[in-house]
T-cell receptor
Framework: SAVISQKPSRDICQRGTSLTIQCQVD?????MFWYRQQPGQSLTLIAT?????????ESGFVIDKFPISRPNLTFSTLTVSNMSPEDSSIYLC???????????FGEGSRLTVL | AQSVTQLGSHVSVSEGALVLLRCNYS??????LFWYVQYPNQGLQLLLK??????LVKGINGFEAEFKKSETSFHLTKPSAHMSDAAEYFC??????????????FGTGTLLAVQP
C-alpha cells in the first residue's frame, strides 16, 4: 500500500490567519487529491493537485481560499487562507495508485479555528 | 453525474450478529465502487472495491459487498460483528474524469456501533 504522511496532525488557529498543510507520498502515487471532512460529515473533494501547474478545483472551492502546490510527484501543500470558524475541519491528503487502482489517505490534519 | 446514498447514519449490532450497511449509487456510466473504514482519529482505509468482473467482492477483516446493478446497490456485510469493527464506514463511487475513476464521491457515512 502507498504511504501518505501529513503534517501537522492537528492545530488550533486564530481567525484571520492562514495555515499550510504538508503531504508527502511515496512513489507509487500518480495523482494527489485534497479532501475536507467537516465535523460529523462526509468527505468533500477540494481539488486535484497537479504537478507543476495550478490545481483543479471542485465547485465551491477557489484558489484564493485554498491555494495548493505540488512542486514534484511526491509532495503537495494545501493552505487554508484567512481562516474562519467555518473552516474547522479535517483536511485529508490522498493519493491514487494506478497499479492497484486504489485511493489511499493520510491520517488527516484536524484544524480548529477560534 | 454520480452520487452515493448511505441509508442509516447510525447502525448498532450485537457482537456476533450480522452487519449490513447499505449503499445505493447513481451513475450514468458503469461505476467503480468502494467501501472505506475510518477509525477514530485516523484516516480512511480501503475495505474493498468493485471495478469489473465478479459482483461479490471480498475485502479485509471479513467484510464483503455485492454489486447489484439492477438495484444500483453495493451493500456491505459481515457475518459476525466484532467489537473492533466499531468505526465509521463510507461508500464511494469512482467518477469518470478523462477516462479515469480516481476522483471519488463519498456517501455521508454510517457509524457502526457494536454492543457486547
Amino acid at each position: 500500500s502507498a504511504v501518505i504522511s501529513q503534517k501537522p496532525s492537528r492545530d488550533i488557529c486564530q481567525r484571520g490567519t492562514s495555515l499550510t498543510i504538508q503531504c508527502q507520498v511515496d512513489s507509487q502515487v500518480t495523482m494527489m487529491f485534497w479532501y475536507r471532512q467537516q465535523p460529523g460529515q462526509s468527505l468533500t473533494l477540494i481539488a486535484t493537485a497537479n504537478q507543476g501547474s495550478e490545481a483543479t478545483y471542485e465547485s465551491g472551492f477557489v484558489i484564493d481560499k485554498f491555494p495548493i502546490s505540488r512542486p514534484n510527484l511526491t509532495f503537495s501543500t494545501l493552505t487554508v487562507s484567512n481562516m474562519s470558524p467555518e473552516d474547522s475541519s479535517i483536511y485529508l491528503c490522498s493519493g491514487w495508485t494506478d497499479n492497484t487502482g486504489e485511493l489511499f489517505f493520510g491520517e488527516g490534519s484536524r484544524l480548529t479555528v477560534l | 453525474a454520480q452520487s452515493v446514498t448511505q441509508l442509516g447514519s447510525h447502525v448498532s449490532v450485537s457482537e456476533g450478529a450480522l452487519v449490513l450497511l447499505r449503499c445505493n449509487y447513481s451513475s450514468s456510466v458503469p461505476p467503480y465502487l468502494f467501501w472505506y473504514v475510518q477509525y477514530p482519529n485516523q484516516g480512511l482505509q480501503l475495505l474493498l472495491k468493485y471495478t469489473t468482473g465478479a459482483t461479490l467482492v471480498k475485502g479485509i477483516n471479513g467484510f464483503e459487498a455485492e454489486f447489484k446493478k439492477s438495484e444500483t446497490s453495493f451493500h456491505l456485510t459481515k457475518p459476525s460483528a466484532h467489537m473492533s469493527d466499531a468505526a465509521e464506514y463510507f461508500c464511494a463511487v469512482g467518477r469518470n474524469y478523462g477516462g479515469a475513476t480516481n476522483k471519488l464521491i463519498f456517501g455521508t457515512g454510517t457509524l457502526l456501533a457494536v454492543q457486547p
